[in-house]
């Protein structure tokens, strides 16, 4: 995950076999996510990453359970149990009769339909919070738009997630603001990140999942509404 082999926006999966779930039949395989920070709870692209993987690889060495799939004809899609850190998530992944070069043909992930996932029950703590930021960390768009505070959310889908829109941020036009390059957003999100990460009262408020304390993390993942 870390450079020079990867880079900080890399994420990565590592397949589990054996698992409390896997075990007593109630998922298919397991996987801890990781980044370039540790683990993660929960991530949506590598879930549908991982289905169409896990359809496509017909290693029974890799993913023991690939063949004990329960296919719908009617829909084409093969749904399987992929057991998380945050629990047991059920995707979806339509499929497609492919025919190689040696003649065989096999039932593999159809790159034309998208995949579809059901998380773990999911929740919003907070809703248009106003969050200060000290004068010494406002980043220039900041400055300039004269606010002290920004409104966030903080919601729950197996990981914690933090959404601002952009335009909280100083970035009068959001997204298609003119003139800004990557960075400067960036320099925006790693600072609010950073002060969130730094509130301790803050996180123990609403970084908190109710009933499963190891999903507690501070990590949080910043999103932007356009």
């Not at 009769?97 to 998380?119: C, K, N, Q, Y």
């Amino acid at each position: 995950m870390l450079e020079p082999r990867g880079h900080r926006d890399m994420y990565g999966a590592l397949l589990v076999h054996e698992t409390e779930h896997v075990m007593d039949g109630t998922a298919d395989i397991g996987v801890l996510f990781l980044h370039n920070e540790g683990y993660s709870t929960m991530c949506g692209h590598a879930t549908i990453a991982l289905g169409r993987f896990l359809v496509d690889t017909h290693d029974t060495d890799i993913f023991p359970a690939r063949k004990e799939l329960p296919y719908d004809a009617a829909s084409q899609t093969l749904t399987l149990r992929l057991h998380a850190p945050c629990g047991v998530v059920t995707v979806s992944v339509p499929t497609t009769h492919r025919r190689f070069e040696d003649g065989t043909e096999r039932l593999m992930a159809d790159p034309e339909r998208a995949v579809a996932f059901t998380s773990v029950p999911s929740f919003a703590p907070l809703i248009d919070y106003s969050f200060p930021i000290p004068s010494a960390r406002r980043w220039p768009q900041l400055k300039a738009s004269g606010r002290e505070s920004i409104n966030i959310s903080i919601a729950y889908g197996g990981a914690f997630y933090l959404l601002v829109d952009a335009k909280e941020l100083g970035f009068a036009e959001g997204l298609r603001t003119k003139g800004i390059e990557l960075a400067d957003y960036d320099i925006a999100t790693r600072t609010v990140k950073a002060l969130v990460e730094a509130d301790e009262a803050f996180c123990k408020r609403y970084l908190r999942h109710p009933e499963e304390e190891d999903l507690s993390f501070l990590f949080v993942a910043l999103v932007f509404l356009v």
